[in-house]
């Protein structure tokens, strides 16, 4: 676990007054990182108030010592700075931070370097933070998995496996997108309208969201090599905002018995910052309390720090943006709220029996959770579950379903077309700054 120290101190302002007021998404205390894209090129930056600073201006000028500027010269995106060792991650934060928050810093006092180096949000174009390799996608809630099994087997929701090993499949990297990408509508094969029947090909009737919470990966690991549950967090560099589009029509006809597959690779959208492990130090939480019924993990995926630490403080909401509210002015309107504290499986634990049978993880790899779920409704993370009228607990049929009304008078029980959906997230403790993970949107067209 990375320590709580002085660059988490809620007092500490930054002579960037935008990020010291109380409603600033990215405080001195957070530091994201992110590619954003300034006079058409692709530079790596840091958030800090309404501001992102470039690192390749902070390495060119001598800012850093030589294995974060090699990291950062070398790369256009955030690998670089993934493949560092857990102290030279923590020496970057620290560096920025002073750089950023104290007054007499080369950066406070140089206006000529200041007019290189910083560049306001509002004018720059971000990038995805990676060209990831390879993609994951777990699913690793207790109650999404509850509750999707119910759909289609009220008897016995979940598999016997679930409980006893982190659930995931291999995703589509090349079909990963920086927040604010459209998302085109799927075409595929759609279900028999009867049972016996032929299926057709068209476009999905019933597009879906899925909130997730994603992480990348450090350092990785040789192929043979696995990671220990003990050494797994020193191989997560930071987690991000993961929109995890499902084309549900398509996925009720051809998961089985393979899995997801036409139906989840056509786009996953990802927020463009990323916030470090270091600087989620202090909402550190527990693991979820698993029932005294549950299995015992195996050995390999047992730890007593994992079990105090493993968890993370983050809130979640999901809004949506129709077409008929944008054109009369109107807000996104909140569907959903919830916790990543909900999960059942740590990223640790996903990361470590990811790599349990040798698999190489590489730098810049994302995992994701799968869709994050609590046990009330308004904290259901897609809308196949939020428009589902089962009970955690007490499933029914599936079939049995009540739409979600819009403040124009639409319903909904999938999206349509024009419809945008966004996601944000932050970390809040009352003896902490607040720090959000930026915001993940898409529109359907």
């Known amino acids: 676990m990375r320590p709580v120290d002085h660059t988490h101190d809620p007092r500490t302002r930054s002579w960037i007054e935008s990020a010291n007021a109380s409603n600033a998404e990215f405080p001195p205390q957070n530091l994201p990182l992110g590619v954003f894209q300034a006079d058409g090129l692709p530079r790596i930056g840091v958030a800090i108030g ?10 060119a000028a001598g800012l850093f010592n030589d294995s974060i500027g090699v990291a950062v010269h070398d790369h256009v995106d955030l690998t670089g700075l993934m493949s560092l060792s857990v102290a030279d991650r923590l020496r970057l934060r620290h560096e920025l931070f002073q750089l950023l928050t104290d007054s007499q810093s080369r950066l406070a006092r140089d206006a000529s370097l200041q007019q290189a180096a910083l560049w306001p949000q509002a004018a720059v174009a971000m990038l995805k933070p990676v060209e990831v390799g390879d993609y994951t996608d777990f699913y ?4 999404h998995a509850t509750n999707v099994g119910s759909m289609f087997r ?18 589509r990297a090349s079909s990963l997108v920086v927040s604010g990408t459209e998302i085109r509508r799927p075409s595929g094969q759609l279900p ?8 057709t090909f068209g476009p999905c009737r019933q597009m879906d969201y899925e909130l997730e919470v994603g992480a990348y990966v450090a350092l990785g690991n040789r192929l043979g090599d696995t990671i220990s549950l003990a050494a797994a967090e020193d191989f997560l560099f930071g987690i991000t905002l993961v929109n995890d589009w499902s084309a549900r029509d398509m996925q009720r006809w051809e998961y089985q018995p393979l899995g997801p597959f036409l139906a989840k690779s056509f786009a996953t959208s990802v927020s463009p910052w990323v916030v470090t492990m270091e600087a989620l130090a202090p909402f550190r939480s527990p693991a979820f309390e698993r029932s005294s019924d549950d299995p015992v993990p195996l050995p390999y995926l047992e730890d007593s720090v994992n079990k105090a630490q493993g968890g993370m403080r983050v809130q979640l909401e999901v809004s949506l943006l129709s077409e008929a509210m944008r054109q009369q002015s109107l807000p996104p309107h909140r569907l959903s709220v919830g916790s990543f504290g909900s999960m059942y499986w740590t990223l640790a634990q996903m990361l470590t029996h990811h790599a349990s049978n040798g698999c190489n993880l590489q730098p810049g790899d994302l995992i994701a959770s799968g869709t994050v779920s609590g046990p009330e409704r308004h904290s259901r993370g897609c809308l196949l579950e939020l428009t589902w009228d089962g009970e955690f607990g007490r499933p029914v049929p599936g079939s049995q379903r009540t739409p979600l009304h819009l403040p124009t008078g639409e319903e909904r029980l999938f999206l349509a077309t024009g419809d945008e959906v966004i ?10 700054r607040t720090i ?5 949107r898409g529109r359907v067209v």
């Open 50 to 59: 309404d501001q992102v600073v470039c690192l390749g201006t902070l390495a």
């Open 140 to 143: 690793a809630s207790l109650y």
């Open 154 to 171: 009220p008897d016995n929701p979940l598999l016997p496996n679930w409980k006893h090993l982190p659930i995931g499949y291999h995703g």
């Open 192 to 199: 028999p309208a009867q049972e016996g029947g032929s299926p």
């Open 423 to 432: 996601i944000r997230g932050w970390c809040e403790d009352p003896q902490r």
């Open 436 to 440: 959000h993970l930026g915001e993940c």
